[in-house]
């Protein structure tokens, strides 16, 4: 079994395991501390909290399985609260992710969508992709793409394991809230591997469903193991990895300064012209880079190309 130390402070990590036959294997999330940290730097709140504590912990599933040096980019494209959420994920635990709230609506509707009546379930329909990247040049990515069916994050990516990965699974995501605050945040992952029997997949199954209040088991610093363990019961099995689980941002200068010439020198002129320098805000972290007028004038001798799209991605 891997383990690494947690950063300090914080209590959220996974843990993985698989029976001793390897024809089960889970992962436990215990997000808490994770999900507040960015949920207070996206300045959210309320349901518009739990979309992003969802879409951040499904990257986070997607990712867990992923090889050393790849990564996962989970993109929800949907007609309920979020138009779109986007979460980069690595296996190493590191996860970065925001949620798109829909034009014209507001933390309010996106109440409405989680916790009334919703028909669609509050990510409405639209569509989930999964893209796996391995880092350097030259690896093709793959990607797989499924509708979001039921709008229920939990259940439709249970449907991308099945349809897109052929492996028969179960997911669990919570984030339950106190007022406008998150009080619990956690996750679960259960996949039958090839070699299962259809009885080990019904007592799983079976257990899942027992669990019935997945909040209760995420409350507090309520161990996943303890959760692994509940699942599992008297199907033996072994711990493979406990790891903490962090935020992290990518985002520099260089990225800027490469985001923006790409927007072309005559929308660098304008900005120049208007404000005497510009700003640019990073969607995953929220961090801000000023450029004054100098660094914008700097750049726009640089470049001198036409037009393009500007991503600081
Ligand atoms: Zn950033």
Not at 84 to 104: I, S
Not at 174 to 186: C, I, R
Not at 203 to 211: K, P, S, V
Request: negative net charge.
């Amino acid at each position: 079994m891997s383990t690494e130390a947690a950063p300090a402070g914080t209590t959220s990590r996974w843990i993985k395991c698989i029976s001793t036959q390897g024809t089960v294997r889970g992962i436990a999330i215990q997000a808490t501390d994770l999900v507040r940290e960015l949920v207070a730097l996206h300045k959210l709140e309320g349901a518009s909290a739990r979309g992003l504590g969802e879409a951040v912990m499904a990257g986070l599933l997607l990712g867990s399985y992923c090889k050393e040096g790849e990564r996962v980019n989970l993109n929800v494209q949907g007609t309920g609260a979020f138009s779109q959420a986007l979460v980069d994920a690595y296996p190493d635990g590191r996860v970065r992710g925001y949620v798109v709230e829909r034009k014209g609506g507001s933390q309010a509707a996106a109440r409405v969508a989680f916790e009334g009546d919703f028909p669609d379930g509050p990510w409405g329909s639209g569509l989930l992709s999964v893209l796996r990247t391995k880092d350097g040049e030259g690896e093709r990515p793959y990607i797989g793409t499924v509708p979001l069916v039921t709008g229920h994050l939990a259940k439709d990516l249970t449907f991308y394991w099945a349809q897109s990965e052929q492996v028969p699974s179960s997911v669990g995501l919570v984030v339950d809230l106190e007022g406008d605050s998150v009080k619990a945040a956690g996750a679960f992952l259960i996949q039958a591997m090839p070699g299962a029997s259809p009885t080990d997949v019904r007592i799983i199954d079976e257990h899942i469903a027992q669990t019935h209040d997945l909040a209760m088991e995420f409350e507090g610093a309520t161990d996943p193991l303890q959760f692994l363990s509940r699942i599992f019961r008297d199907m033996s099995f072994l711990l493979v990895e406990e790891r903490p689980l962090r935020s992290y941002c990518n985002c520099s200068w260089e990225r800027v300064e490469r985001a923006l010439s790409l927007v072309g020198v005559q929308e660098l002129r304008a900005m120049l012209a208007e404000d005497r320098g510009g700003s640019i805000q990073c969607d995953f972290c929220s961090k801000t880079y000023h450029l004054d007028a100098l660094a914008l004038e700097r750049l726009i001798e640089k470049s001198g190309g036409g037009p393009g799209n500007s991503t600081l991605h």
